[in-house]
T-cell receptor
């Protein structure tokens, strides 16, 4: 079964510092990968997605992620943290094979989430 | 374009009752997925509907059910509520439910007393 692991349930950075949130997936075939952000009492907002077109993916709000097949990783980074980045971040893996049928449709497998705190 | 909407936003029920949650997808999206989010278990997939058919189901008991209407709106139902059903229930829509990204609604916060 596909799984997603986020290293570090809490990450704390200073405003202006580098943000690095780690995500590893377990799959012999690279899945589609996503990063979502969740602010308190809200749903999930898509930051960026990897669908095999390019290994370095740029998203919204200055975030980007690099897909590394050899490391089965998809870490999220932002060069300079802002106070508004404080939220919970989720890495997710989508269906591996678009023709996989009933076992894959519409299912995202999420990591446990990483709460990002930004200090002034 | 309007986003995914979910109603109600908050619900309080007692054990043994049943509840129905509603989700309206983004216009043109035919796939609707449901997820349960709890502090202990995180985000877990419940089921996915496409063109009124359930195509995929997660590992939840039969008390959890859903349906989709011809206009792609979806409902999920939980019968015989248990305390452990307290959670944020999120609905997501996508064009086809596969490689396309899913767009999430704000969720329905269910509290079971």
């Amino acid at each position: 079964a596909q799984s997603v692991t986020q290293l570090g349930s809490h990450v704390s950075v200073s405003e202006g510092a580098l943000v690095l949130l780690r995500c590893n997936y377990s799959s012999s075939v690279p899945p589609y990968l996503f990063w979502y952000v969740q602010y308190p009492n809200q749903g999930l907002q898509l930051l960026l997605k990897y669908t095999s077109a390019a290994t370095l993916v740029k998203g919204i709000n200055g975030f980007e992620a690099e897909f590394k097949k050899s490391e089965t990783s998809f870490h999220l980074t932002k060069p300079s943290a802002h106070m508004s980045d404080a939220a919970e971040y989720f890495c997710a893996a989508g269906p591996i094979n678009i023709n996989a049928g009933g076992t894959s449709y519409g299912k995202l497998t999420f990591g446990q989430g990483t709460i990002l705190t930004v200090h002034p | 374009k309007a986003g995914v909407t979910q109603t109600p936003r908050y619900l309080i029920k007692t054990r043994g009752q049943q509840v129905t949650l509603s989700c309206s997808p983004i216009s043109g999206h035919r796939s609707v997925s449901w997820y349960q989010q709890t502090p202990g278990q995180g985000l877990q997939f419940l089921f996915e509907y496409f063109s009124e058919t359930q195509r995929n189901k997660g590992n939840f008991p039969g008390r959890f059910s859903g349906r989709q209407f011809s206009n792609s709106r979806s409902e999920m139902n939980v019968s015989t509520l248990e305390l452990g059903d307290s959670a944020l229930y999120l609905c997501a829509s996508s064009l086809a439910g596969q490689s396309n990204e899913q767009f999430f609604g704000p969720g329905t916060r269910l509290t079971v007393l």
